[in-house]
């Protein structure tokens, strides 16, 4: 099966499965319809991990398309780590228990994408609508049981060269390797995102997204 275009007419031709995620401190429901799921499912998406996905958004009120990531910038399938704010809260919601391969319509309410404000092009108030499909998922580099594996030389510090090596193994142990580029715009996005003195290290500080676990 090709994969699938940026146009919401794909979700008419497709048969779906409506499960809903609800959330109580945001007044909000995000409706997860699935568009197609593999045969096969090695490993469900969970919070922290990584997670590397084309998504994209329209509003629900007219189907006007908002944002492509296949037309964005290099048009390379974006990177985050899943439950940890880095998309929106209902893209967080909406992604998880998703396969490697998987496809997703994700409908979200304002409460749980751009709010009152909205953000340009979105307007304020808006019900937003995410076709999203996920090509890989990995145990991301920021959890507790991953921290311990990376740091080689256990001086409780992450380097890049730790964190680099620990991105290859993963992705090779699930027979995905990635050219070197593709590795370096990761490692980038990490240490950009997580290493706030900027001193080219990650501390446990820098590095615990789970607040409960001691490092």
Same mark, same amino acid.
């Given at each position: 099966?090709?994969?699938?275009?940026?146009?919401?007419?794909?979700? @008419?031709?497709? +048969?779906?499965?409506?499960?809903?995620?609800?959330?109580? *401190?945001?007044? =909000?429901?995000?409706?997860?319809? %699935? /568009?197609?799921?593999?045969?096969?499912?090695?490993?469900?998406?969970?919070?922290?991990?990584?997670?590397?996905?084309?998504?994209?958004?329209? @509003?629900?009120? +007219?189907?006007?398309?908002?944002?492509?990531?296949?037309? *964005?910038?290099? =048009?390379?399938?974006?990177?985050? %780590? /899943?439950?940890?704010?880095?998309?929106?809260?209902?893209?967080?919601?909406?992604?998880?228990?998703?396969?490697?391969?998987?496809?997703?319509?994700?409908?979200?309410?304002?409460?749980?994408?751009?709010?009152?404000?909205?953000?340009?092009?979105?307007?304020?108030?808006?019900? %937003?609508?995410?076709?999203?499909?996920?090509?890989?998922?990995?145990?991301?580099?920021?959890?507790?049981?991953?921290?311990?594996?990376?740091?080689?030389?256990?001086?409780?510090?992450?380097?890049?060269?730790?964190?680099?090596?620990?991105?290859?193994?993963?992705?090779?142990?699930?027979?995905?390797?990635?050219?070197?580029?593709?590795?370096?715009?990761?490692?980038?996005?990490?240490?950009?995102?997580?290493?706030?003195?900027?001193?080219?290290?990650?501390?446990?500080?820098?590095?615990?997204?789970?607040?409960?676990?001691?490092?």
């Amino acid at each position: 099966m090709s994969r699938f275009v940026c146009t919401l007419l794909l979700s @008419l031709l497709l +048969d779906v499965l409506v499960v809903f995620a609800t959330t109580d *401190d945001l007044n =909000g429901e995000v409706k997860i319809e %699935v /568009l197609f799921m593999p045969q096969e499912c090695t490993q469900k998406s969970k919070r922290g991990d990584l997670m590397n996905v084309h998504y994209d958004g329209y @509003l629900a009120k +007219d189907g006007t398309q908002f944002y492509c990531s296949r037309s *964005d910038k290099t =048009g390379h399938p974006q990177w985050f %780590v /899943l439950g940890v704010g880095q998309v929106i809260k209902g893209l967080d919601i909406g992604m998880a228990d998703m396969c490697p391969g998987e496809r997703r319509k994700i409908t979200v309410p304002p409460g749980l994408a751009f709010g009152e404000n909205g953000k340009d092009p979105v307007p304020p108030n808006a019900t %937003v609508i995410f076709e999203v499909e996920l090509f890989s998922v990995s145990r991301g580099p920021r959890s507790l049981e991953a921290f311990k594996e990376i740091d080689v030389d256990k001086d409780r510090r992450l380097t890049k060269a730790e964190v680099k090596q620990y991105l290859k193994a993963e992705f090779e142990k699930r027979g995905e390797p990635r050219d070197e580029p593709v590795y370096e715009k990761i490692m980038a996005d990490i240490f950009h995102k997580n290493d706030h003195d900027k001193d080219g290290l990650i501390s446990p500080k820098e590095y615990n997204i789970y607040e409960h676990d001691e490092l």
